[in-house]
């Protein structure tokens, strides 16, 4: 992939992967690339989920969606900050066993997930609920779990536990996608159900099918334990992101062409790539906000009360600033209770764009707000401009026309703009 970008009076040709591109794993931009999770939490990744392969098989300076290893258990990992996903009970009285999860995907039969009745308070295993968030979408056809010294692959000598397998299991997957949820709640579905299972070494296979979450649940009251709980997929996942690390050019510039190199493996109607372009005025396209200290106009009711909804407030305490000036505007205009919380924010977004840099509330200023003292971290749309629509196919190349001006397809991102980043989604 490539753009070009007259910068002062030169025209210059950036080309991320390829021969002799800035690389794909690097994220190619200056600024490094901030994820929003969820209204709390950001990561700093080019591959959301984890699923995009730097390295395909005979395919240098390419990426490709993550194809699956047959062999491989897909859990491992699945809480890390790359992957992005999780592994919970929604069940409070089980919630002191999730420190043991891990134990179930961590490769090593020594270690296992151990369910007593007297480390339950004596009410035994049965309800319990394991819920795991892949991270990711994946072909998911086989699920495996076994206690310890059970599976010959998993040799435990010092722990004679393979009796205590789970007697009775039920196993819901879902998708991820909005129509398998209902009021924001995921819609379970069963794929396997085994009410008296005499098996120490479970092993269900399924028609391969897409999985985003996983939830195993115990039909017994017995004591058990998990050694190991595995989750096989194959194919390539059905979908995965690429964001690039953010381009800072100096100054202002003139955005020109895009273009890029694509390849399609396999039946090309099952398959697309959406390329997507932004561009921005200062480093970071994520806005942190705090809570403010007008009202926004809003209100919340619970129970008999009503209370007022407070600003989300993109700027710095006063004490965190360390203009003097500054601070004074923040504590005596921006943070000021009597007024009113649309004209504060009016107020800060028509300072100069010098001053408002100074004040912005960062990722770290954000990390030392107590928790009470954060609000949401989302999209900055005041600094940068949306996603672009995807770009059209004419914007595909051959590989010796990524240096080419006038090759591709026109940037529809606003410029004059000093920063830019670029989206591919494979779906």
């Known amino acids: 992939m490539s753009y070009q970008t007259p910068v002062g009076a030169q025209m210059a040709v950036v080309q991320l992967g390829g021969e002799g591109g800035l690389s794909w794993e690097s994220g190619g931009g200056e600024v490094p690339a901030l994820v929003i999770l969820d209204a709390a939490t950001v990561d700093q990744s080019n591959a959301p989920g984890g699923v995009i392969d730097f390295a395909p098989f005979e395919r240098e300076y390419w990426i490709f969606p993550q194809q699956a290893d047959t062999t491989d ?47 339950t308070g ?40 393979q009796d205590d397998f789970l007697k009775g299991y039920e196993i819901f997957v879902n998708d991820g996608q909005p129509e398998s949820r209902r009021e924001g709640s995921l ?9 008296q299972n005499q098996e ?17 649940k115990s039909l017994t009251a017995a004591d058990f334990e998990i050694a190991e709980f595995q989750v096989f997929s194959e194919g ?33 109607t099952r398959s697309r790539v959406q390329v997507r372009t932004r561009s921005g005025d200062d480093p970071q396209p994520v806005e942190f906000t705090r809570i403010g200290k007008q009202s926004s106009g809003r209100v919340e009711q619970r129970g008999d009360t009503v209370f007022d909804i407070p600003i989300d407030a993109p700027w710095k305490r006063a004490e965190d600033v ?14 000021n209770e009597e007024m009113d919380g649309r004209e504060a924010l009016l107020t800060f977004g028509q300072l100069p764009f010098e001053q408002r840099a100074q004040i912005t509330l960062g990722q770290a200023d954000y990390n030392k707000l107590a928790s009470n003292q954060k609000s949401v971290i989302r999209e900055d749309l005041t600094n940068w401009s949306p ?20 090759a591709g397809t026109l940037i529809v991102s606003p410029s004059p703009r000093r920063y830019f ?4 989604d494979f779906f």
């Open 187 to 195: 819609i379970w579905e069963t794929v396997a159900f085994e009410g």
């Open 322 to 335: 360390e203009d003097s000036e500054l601070e004074n505007l923040v504590a005596n205009v921006l943070d």
């Open 421 to 424: 980043q670029v989206m591919i």
């Open 236 to 268: 390539f996942v059905p979908q995965a992101v690429y964001i690039s690390n953010v381009f800072d050019f100096g100054d202002q510039a003139l955005l020109g062409r895009l273009r890029w190199v694509a390849e399609q493996v396999g039946d090309p």
């Open 73 to 119: 258990n897909i859990l491992i990992g699945v809480n890390s900050k790359e992957r992005g996903g999780s592994v919970i009970t929604p069940i409070p009285s089980f919630r002191f066993l999730e420190a043991d999860f891990p134990q179930m995907f961590d490769d090593d039969g020594n270690t296992a997930l151990v369910l007593k009745s007297s480390g």
């Open 387 to 406: 996603w672009s629509p995807p770009y059209s196919p004419e914007g595909i190349v051959a590989p010796d026309q990524l240096q080419m001006q006038g």
């Open 122 to 161: 004596g009410t035994g295993a049965f309800g319990l609920l394991i819920e795991f968030d892949l991270g990711a979408i994946f072909g998911v056809n086989r699920f495996k779990f076994f206690p310890r010294n059970a599976d010959p692959a998993f040799p435990a000598p010092d722990f004679q536990s």
């Open 200 to 216: 120490a070494v479970v092993d269900v296979r399924i028609p391969t099918r897409f999985v985003r979450f996983l939830r195993l």
